[in-house]
Every structure is written in C-alpha cells, then in structure tokens.
C-alpha cells in the first residue's frame, strides 16, 4: 500500500496536561501500545519517508519509539521560538511532493483510514467532523466542495454558528505549498503560536483548491485525558477481539477479557471470561480458563486456569496448569500441575506431576537459579526444591518434602520428614484456663 510520492509528518512535541500525568501523552498505552506507536505504524504502510516531531520528553519518546522503528526521522520543534502546530513543522525535511500531518494522540488511525487524503490533486485537503453540536470548535465554510474559511466559534456569525462542520486537525498538503506559506505564518494571535490553520485562510485567498476530506470519528479520536483513554482503549479491545473472533477464537463474554495488540491466536482456542492475555503471547490450540493472566508467554495444545497466572517467558506445550498455579520463565512439556504452585526458573519434561503446593525456592536473595525436572516424576504435595537442583527422570518427591541436594538420581525416592510426635491429653491441658 505504500505511496512513494507521500511524506508524513506526525506532531508529537506536546506536553498533554490534561493527562494530569509526569508522562509525555504520546507515551501513554492503548492495548499494550504507546499511543504514537499507532501513528507510526498506520504512516509506514503509507510512507517510507515519516518524521515524528518531537519537544516535550523528546528523548524518552525517541527512545520508546526506537524498540520499535528504525526508519523513523525525528525533528525537534523549537517551542520557545516557533511555538503551535505551525511551528512544529518548521525546518521539517520533505523527500516527495505531497506531505501528510498527522496528530500522535490518535491511536485509532488506520491506512486505510487515511487513503481519501491520497488520491486527490487538490493543493490543500483539510479533514472535517460532522457533529450534531459543533459547539466549542471553530467551523468549516464549505462552498462548492470547497474549503472557504475557518472560522474560530468567538469569531463567527449568526448563520455560521449553525454550520456542523468542525476541523478535525489533518491536512495534506503539495509540499511546495507548505514551504511556500510557512514563511508566512504569524504568531501575532492570542496564544502568541503559529497555526497550521492560518495556510488554509492564506491558500484560500490565493485562489489554491482547498479540499474538505469527511472523516469518522472512530478512527480520528483524540485523547487528551484519561477518560478519552479509556475509551480509545475500549475501541482498539472491539477491534483486536472482532479481528481474531471472525478468525476462530471462541470468547466467552468477550466485553470482560483484555488482550493486546501483540498478541497472535492460531488454531482452536477458547478464551474464558476475565482473562488478560498481554505482550507478545501466542495462544495455539489452546483453553485459557476464566481469570487468568498470561504475560509474553506460549501455550500450544495446552490449558491454564482458572486463576492462573503466567508471567513473562512460559511456556507451556501440551500441558495443564490449574487455578493459583504461577508460573515464570518456565518450560512445561506434557505435564499437570493442578493448582496452588510456584514453578519459576524450571524445565519440567513429559509425564510429571506437580503436587499442590510445590514451589521451586529459585532466588537467594541475591541470584536466580534453575530448575531442570525430568520425564515422569511424581512431586509430592508441600514440596519445595531448592535450585539449583537436578531432578533426572522417574523420581518420587514424597510430600511435605524440602529438596535440598542439588541432584536426585533416577528412580530414586526423595523424602525429608519430621518425626509425628503425638502428645496426648494436651488438648485438655492447654484449655484448661479458658474452662
């Protein structure tokens, strides 16, 4: 889909304070993502050639971003000087003819949301809202398909306050345009910036075609705040949802589960209620039972929960963990562990059995350390292995036990056990006050 005769510029130097956050906005997640990630992501599909205009926090915000892109030019806006959406384009380097402006706190954008400002000729296109109460936006004159003005709510007329048409903040320009008219700008207004908006009046009275682009507002919402978050946020969750259900995966109320974008469903899976699946998971063929949680971590062929928690780096393949098991940078191939265990920094091969209760003991305080657990071993309920430790194929761990050897041989048993004492008439005795 890629427009080679297409730059994009993505304003992202804005500080955010209704965020009332220490965060640069555009850092901010949708669904496991920044939300400029969305911007950039949707322009590459576009464009070889985007710029991210950076200023507030510019350094985490480059940083962030390169984990993810390495195409990617940066250009700082000079605030103090050339403050305003005007400003933030100054100095910016354009490669092709048309250039596109884009705002970083729309995570909802999509390619193909953008291609009507693609195939048109006009020097200028502007994206308009269609709204019922346009109250508080400045209004769109349109005549004849035409751009006319941009007129500022304080500023309009009677009839003009009934128009519907709001600026919904794109534009593409011809980049000889914008080169031409930027020059131009003035900051002489009551926030003291430089608006984009002020080329539309100049392009205008220069007779240039200025084009109104209708767009939805889905796809172009804004966030500004933590409520326009959550609900940009409840938008993007619809969509990854409808995307892998109409590809197979059975959700059980889906309006209660949370799955990120980086997410990847294949074959037959089930996906109950409450369960938070984040990172970059992969789910084959398996069951993700009601209120479970799964953090970068695989499952193929196998089956967790209820309430079971896998954290970073798990993985499990044709095996069961049950409801309270947790588990953490942890391998299980063909195995059950059932419920109410801590199985981190372990391999566990086919055909074991992991006790209730079982904990592998894999920090000292001060390092981490593994556990490897053979074919077909049998762990007691109440155990706790001390890693390092080897436990080779085909070993009993009696219940209640403490492993502390760094090593159990085949076909062993491993048993640590208190002597029962049983101390009768204590009961008796040690009421005796309270009677």
Not at 326 to 352: M, R
Request: charged letters at 25%; aromatic letters at 6%.
């Amino acid at each position: 889909m890629s427009n080679t005769n297409l730059s994009i510029i993505i304003l992202a130097a804005g500080k955010g304070t209704r965020m009332h956050s220490p965060k640069a906005k555009v850092l901010h997640k949708i669904s496991g993502f920044e939300m400029l990630y969305y911007s950039i992501s949707a322009s590459l599909e576009l464009s070889d050639d985007i710029t991210v205009v950076v200023g507030h926090q510019k350094d985490a915000v480059i940083e962030s971003m390169s984990r993810y892109f390495e195409s990617i030019n940066y250009h700082t806006q000079d605030t103090l000087t050339y403050p305003g959406t005007g400003g933030a384009v100054m100095g910016v380097q354009l490669k092709y003819d048309r250039v596109l402006v884009l705002n970083a706190d729309m995570p909802l954008v999509t390619a193909k949301s953008l291609k009507p400002f693609l195939d048109s000729s006009a020097d200028l296109q502007l994206s308009i809202f269609e709204l019922e109460n346009p109250d508080g936006y400045g209004r769109v004159v349109i005549e004849d398909s035409r751009v006319k003005s941009i007129v500022e709510q304080k500023d309009a007329l009677p009839d003009q306050l009934s128009i519907t048409s709001v600026n919904a903040g794109i534009y593409c320009f011809k980049s000889s345009l914008l080169r031409e008219y930027l020059p131009k700008l003035s900051s002489d207004n009551a926030q003291k910036e430089y608006y984009l908006t002020d080329i539309v009046a100049l392009a205008v009275s220069d007779s240039k075609i200025v084009e109104p682009i209708t767009i939805d507002e889905e796809h172009f919402k804004g966030v500004n705040s933590k409520l326009d978050l959550h609900n940009a946020d409840t938008i993007m969750q619809q969509r990854i949802k409808e995307r892998w259900m109409s590809s197979g995966v059975r959700m059980e109320l889906a309006q209660s589960i949370y799955i990120e974008s980086s997410v990847e469903f294949e074959g037959e899976c089930i996906v109950e209620n409450g369960v938070r699946v984040t990172g970059c998971s992969i789910i084959k063929n398996s069951h993700i039972k009601a209120h479970s949680v799964v953090e970068d971590s695989t499952l193929i062929d196998s089956s967790c929960g209820p309430l079971a928690h896998l954290r970073p780096l798990s993985t499990l393949i044709n095996s069961h963990v049950g409801n309270f098991v947790e588990t953490k940078k942890a391998t299980l191939k063909g195995v059950k562990a059932g419920h109410l265990s801590y199985l981190g920094d372990v391999d566990i091969d086919e055909g074991s059995n992991i006790g209730a209760g079982t904990i592998t003991c894999n920090y000292d305080g001060k390092a981490k350390y593994k556990t490897t657990i053979g074919k077909n071993v049998f762990v007691g309920s109440d155990t706790q292995i001390i890693a390092p430790c080897v436990i080779e194929d085909d070993v009993i761990i009696a219940a209640g036990t403490t492993l502390n050897s760094d090593r159990v041989e085949s076909g062993s048993l491993a048993i640590s056990r208190t002597p029962l004492k049983i101390i009768k008439g204590f009961y008796r005795k040690f009421f005796k006050d309270l009677s």
